[in-house]
């Protein structure tokens, strides 16, 4: 009878979903906006966030609940939910999402919209020095997430450690990286997020039972379940919890100067003059830790210029100002016992101690080193107050690196706990140091904090991730999308590599063109190396420099598209490089991890091996496909053979979307939306499509909340009874923003024969261009604040 049970049970869910038989339901109180329901070795305490977002918490016998998250800045009860009971079950819950705990057998599970998503296996279990929570999971579902890795886009089958790490110089596998994020994301369109902050692991069914279980030292056993409609909601949900990325400084969406690393001011400058002289466009230059020393080892923790290197900092920070070059400087938590600022930070208590209270001091590359204890309020002030200091020297942004941190010895004491308690949130903690600095002593500037580590919702303090100490080559750029694409789907929008790789001696000219390449459809274009090989352009061969230069110049061209690109994850947390199976869901798209969508309407297909001429790239269905370069047409839903030039990838644009550009200027100090290309790829079959072109200055923080910002809303028509397309422009300014009348040369691509007639407002346009070969318009239109502007073209039958 129990088997003939189970049976139909398993017809109903489509998935073995088991009971805790050990765990009994004592009873239940509704207390505020929360559930407590208590059992035999504990309780439970529920409570929801939204309709789509849900929190379970167990409280062991004998433990107090623990409030603190380092992860959501969500504040709960944004929905109310029903309580319904029978003599079998509770049901908690909203329109959206439920909860159902069933008493005997002793078990929970969550439902979206009437459909079972995920299932308590035994739920809570002790085991010998650790505590984990199990799950029941389907048996087709694919799993993402769970940081930062090099694994295949479908994670399932691997136990992942939860511990940041380096590693050096990986290729196209690394099972642990800088980025431990106790998260899981399932192709069933829920993520499960375990808020905790201790070491441990996450098993994403590596025996192949059906179980998904998070295991840990220690800490809170509180779990969030999130579920959405669509990947972009489901993402949103995520960030709407853990917090949104602000808005870079629009100069971030440029090309750096970048390398391990520049020894001196005048080193620094004729790299500057030297991008100028070339007409390579520049926006930043990085400095690595040759600015406080002029030796790697034994100088780390000095923090301030070496003068003897860089007599005269300030100068040499405004001087690149006015060639409109930002300043960045790298930093690190270790302060090493040889370093001017020791003697310090053991007076003032800064590092962090050993079980004694004395200041922990150990060995690792750099030398014998203190660790800055970044939980203790003295510490984050001392750090903030150097960082100030320099900023108002004029420099632009700050480069936290080894911040696992890299060696982090489990006996070390932080004011907050253990080593291994807070080890995964240390860059977390180090990046809001920043970013709340920021805040109080310098509101109108926009931060930039390039890190390699984090946690949860580390987007919410501006950190700019980048994916570590990348091998050069092959395949180190074929791990890049993936890991790109996995943190943007964790809320770490801005993951980017090293371009052309970091570490080894390897001068390989296509390596470097390919991975730039790739870096035009990247959230950050940073080429950065060991200086053996130059990572700069102007320092490459004449071929292999002019190749370098074209995909720098492109990426300037895209500034429009990108940085709205940007305000849509600054908005809703979706990602600026998004899989293809957040375009389609079809078997083939959930395991891609070659090519991706770049903003919403841009497909990528880098190309990371070398010698290719021809590539498979899939198109997504729903959409036809337009080739960038060449105008050619590609159907959704299949899969094709592409050429492969040697001067870009493959890149491929939506059918009936548009993508705005300008040209080419040599730092974004000079752009403006004054005059710029409106690429317009019509499509017959599609009616209606629909794009927002956001602007603002480019630096005041949350200008689009305090209205000072603009945005221009494009809308293309397609009428098939009397064949006439219409492209219409409406702008709207936020209340502090002065507009500026816009020249807009409007490029519309596929259409098969010259129009018979344009008009804008009513009136005929006598001034336009045809190029019957590549069957492409352009007519220019005018758009200014106040009544749209519409544009008319009657097609040829």
């Not at 400084?249 to 004729?270: C, D, I, L, V």
């Given at each position: 009878m129990i088997k003939q049970l189970i049976v139909v049970f398993l017809l109903l869910t489509s998935s073995a979903y088991t009971q805790n038989e050990t765990r009994s339901y004592?009873?239940?109180?509704?207390?505020?906006?929360?559930?407590?329901?208590?059992?035999?070795?504990?309780?439970?305490?529920?409570?929801?966030?939204?309709?789509?977002?849900?929190?379970?918490?167990?409280?062991?016998?004998?433990?107090s609940y623990n409030a603190k998250s380092h992860a959501v800045v969500l504040a709960p009860g944004k929905a109310i939910p029903v309580l319904s009971e029978d003599k079998n079950a509770l049901e908690y819950g909203t329109e959206g999402i439920k909860m159902r705990i069933q008493f005997s057998p002793f078990q929970i599970s969550y439902s979206y919209k009437d459909k079972i998503v995920l299932s308590e296996k035994e739920g809570y279990v002790k085991k010998d020095s650790t505590e984990a929570i199990r799950f029941s999971i389907e048996e087709t579902e694919a799993l993402y997430g769970g940081g930062e890795r090099v694994l295949g886009m479908n994670r399932r089958g691997n136990r992942?450690?939860?511990?940041?790490?380096?590693?050096?110089?990986?290729?196209?596998?690394?099972?642990?990286?800088?980025?431990?994020?106790?998260?899981?994301?399932?192709?069933?369109?829920?993520?499960?997020?375990?808020?905790n902050a201790p070491i441990g692991y996450l098993d994403l069914d590596s025996k192949k039972e059906n179980t998904l279980e998070y295991e840990t030292i220690s800490g809170r056993k509180t779990y969030q379940v999130i579920v959405g409609d669509s990947w972009e909601e489901l993402v949103g949900n995520y960030t709407l919890l853990t917090g949104r990325q602000p808005l870079?400084?629009?100069?971030?969406?440029?090309?750096?100067?970048?390398?391990?690393?520049?020894?001196?001011?005048?080193?620094?400058?004729?790299v500057i003059d030297k991008f100028r002289a070339e007409k390579i466009p520049v926006d930043a230059i990085v400095l690595d830790l040759y600015w406080f020393g002029k030796t790697v080892q034994g100088t780390m923790g000095n923090l301030e210029f070496l003068k003897d290197s860089f007599p005269n900092p300030k100068k040499m920070i405004t001087d690149l100002k006015q060639k409109n070059v930002k300043t960045i400087l790298v930093t690190e938590p270790f302060i090493l016992t040889t370093s001017k600022r020791w003697n310090e930070v053991v007076e003032k208590g800064i590092v962090a101690s050993d079980s004694l209270g004395k200041p922990y001091t150990y060995d690792f590359y750099f030398g014998n080193t203190g660790l800055v204890d970044i939980f203790k309020?003295?510490?984050?002030?001392?750090?903030?107050?150097?960082?100030?200091?320099?900023?108002?020297?004029?420099?632009?942004?700050?480069?936290?690196?080894?911040?696992?941190?890299?060696?982090?010895?489990?006996?070390?004491?932080?004011?907050?706990?253990?080593?291994?308690?807070?080890?995964?949130?240390?860059?977390?903690?180090?990046?809001?140091?920043?970013?709340?600095?920021?805040?109080?002593?310098?509101?109108?500037?926009?931060?930039?904090?390039?890190?390699?580590?984090?946690?949860?919702?580390?987007?919410?303090?501006?950190?700019?991730?980048?994916?570590?100490d990348v091998g050069r080559s092959w395949g180190g750029l074929q791990a890049q999308p993936e890991i790109a694409m996995q943190m943007g789907m964790q809320g770490l929008g801005y993951m980017h590599s090293d371009l052309g790789g970091f570490a080894g001696d390897n001068l390989d000219n296509e390596l470097y063109v390919r991975w730039l390449q790739y870096g035009v459809f990247q959230p950050i274009f940073r080429p950065h190396a060991?200086?053996?090989?130059?990572?700069?352009?102007?320092?490459?061969?004449?071929?292999?420099?002019?190749?370098?230069?074209?995909?720098?110049?492109?990426?300037?061209?895209?500034?429009?598209?990108?940085?709205?690109?940007?305000?849509?994850?600054?908005?809703?947390?979706?990602?600026?490089?998004?899989?293809?199976?957040?375009?389609?869901?079809?078997?083939?798209?959930?395991?891609?991890?070659?090519?991706?969508?770049?903003?919403?309407?841009?497909?990528?297909?880098?190309?990371?091996?070398?010698?290719?001429?021809?590539?498979?790239?899939?198109?997504?269905?729903?959409?036809?496909?337009?080739?960038?370069?060449?105008?050619?047409?590609?159907?959704?839903?299949?899969?094709?053979?592409?050429?492969?030039?040697?001067?870009?990838i493959p890149v491929f644009v939506r059918s009936g979307s548009f993508v705005p550009m300008i040209k080419t200027i040599q730092s974004t100090e000079e752009y403006t939306l004054k005059s710029f290309n409106l690429h317009f790829y019509f499509d017959e079959n599609k009616n209606q499509s629909t794009y927002d072109l956001y602007n603002d200055d480019g630096v005041t923080p949350n200008a689009?909340?305090?209205?000072?910002?603009?945005?221009?809303?494009?809308?293309?028509?397609?009428?098939?009874?009397?064949?006439?397309?219409?492209?219409?422009?409406?702008?709207?300014?936020?209340?502090?923003?002065?507009?500026?009348e816009k020249r807009i040369n409007l490029i519309v691509h596929q259409l098969k024969a010259k129009p018979k007639k344009i008009t804008i407002d009513d009136k005929k346009v006598k001034k336009f261009t045809w190029n019957p070969k590549t069957q492409v318009l352009e007519v220019v239109l005018k758009a200014s604040q106040g009544a749209p502007t519409q544009v008319t073209i009657q097609l040829a039958e």
């Open positions: 004592l009873g239940h109180t509704v207390d505020g906006n929360h559930l407590e329901v208590q059992t035999s070795d504990g309780s439970y305490r529920i409570q929801f966030y939204t309709s789509q977002i849900i929190e379970t918490t167990f409280i062991p016998a004998g433990e992942l450690q939860l511990y940041n790490r380096a590693h050096y110089g990986y290729g196209d596998r690394s099972e642990l990286m800088n980025f431990s994020i106790p998260m899981v994301l399932s192709s069933k369109l829920y993520a499960v997020h375990f808020d870079p400084p629009r100069w971030a969406f440029g090309n750096f100067s970048s390398r391990f690393g520049y020894h001196s001011q005048k080193e620094t400058t004729a309020t003295e510490s984050r002030k001392w750090f903030w107050d150097i960082y100030k200091e320099l900023n108002t020297i004029g420099v632009s942004g700050w480069w936290g690196d080894l911040g696992e941190p890299e060696v982090h010895p489990s006996y070390v004491t932080h004011a907050t706990g253990t080593a291994d308690e807070v080890h995964n949130i240390y860059g977390h903690n180090w990046a809001q140091v920043v970013y709340e600095g920021y805040r109080k002593d310098f509101p109108e500037q926009r931060p930039f904090i390039l890190m390699r580590s984090g946690y949860s919702g580390s987007q919410r303090f501006g950190m700019i991730p980048w994916s570590g060991q200086e053996s090989v130059p990572p700069e352009p102007v320092f490459r061969e004449p071929k292999t420099k002019a190749l370098a230069k074209k995909a720098i110049e492109l990426r300037y061209q895209l500034l429009p598209y990108n940085y709205s690109a940007a305000f849509e994850n600054n908005q809703k947390g979706t990602p600026l490089m998004r899989p293809v199976f957040f375009e389609d869901n079809s078997d083939t798209a959930l395991a891609i991890s070659d090519e991706y969508l770049w903003g919403a309407n841009l497909l990528a297909a880098p190309i990371t091996k070398p010698g290719i001429t021809v590539r498979e790239v899939y198109f997504p269905k729903g959409s036809n496909w337009i080739d960038f370069f060449s105008g050619k047409k590609h159907y959704g839903g299949q899969r094709q053979w592409v050429t492969v030039a040697p001067d870009h689009f909340e305090k209205g000072k910002y603009e945005t221009l809303r494009f809308t293309g028509t397609y009428s098939k009874e009397d064949t006439t397309l219409t492209v219409r422009a409406a702008t709207h300014n936020g209340n502090q923003y002065l507009p500026e």
